[in-house]
């Protein structure tokens, strides 16, 4: 098994929230994925890739701007929705990770919720630690 199926796999172990994960290359292609077995895709697959092609273009932007200041390396990205969450980190130069999650309101408390925390430091913890058997 590939380092790219291995993350894939890790990550979907990991978390019963995560719906859908992909690897894609920098001209927004999907080359490997994993959907749970349980989850019903929201977004066709074709708007994922069109998606993905975006994201490809945002995260040389985004690189672009990290050159220029002091910022650091931009880590990660996430898209908020109602239902769901759509999180792209880049994987290295040539790859990008992609994950949907499900944002389901958490239990109703005392104070306002607006859905289901994303374990980022975590799931940047699995990309690190599969990141090292290149």
Same mark, same amino acid.
């Given at each position: 098994?590939?380092?790219?199926? +291995?993350?894939? !796999? ?7 929230? @995560? ?10 292609? @999907?080359?490997?994925?994993? +959907? ?5 895709? +929201?977004?066709?697959?074709? /708007? ?6 975006? /994201? ?9 701007? /990290?050159?220029? !200041? ?7 990205? @996430? ?7 759509? @999180? ?21 408390? +005392? ?24």
């Amino acid at each position: 098994m590939g380092r790219y199926e +291995k993350l894939l !796999n890790m990550l979907m172990d990991f978390d019963n929230a @995560i719906r859908f994960a992909a690897i894609s290359n920098t001209s927004g292609e @999907i080359l490997w994925h994993s +959907k749970r077995d349980s989850a019903k895709m +929201k977004i066709p697959l074709s /708007e994922t890739k069109k998606t993905l092609k975006r /994201e490809a273009i945002d995260w040389v932007d985004r690189c672009k701007l /990290e050159d220029r !200041n002091n910022l650091g390396r931009a880590m990660y990205h @996430i898209t908020s929705f109602e239902k769901l969450k759509r @999180i792209s980190i880049p994987i290295d130069a040539f790859h990008l990770l992609f994950i949907s999650v499900d944002n389901e309101p958490l239990k109703k408390s +005392k104070t306002k919720s607006y859905g289901k925390l994303v374990e980022m430091g975590k799931i940047m913890s699995i990309v690190d630690f599969v990141n090292t058997f290149e």
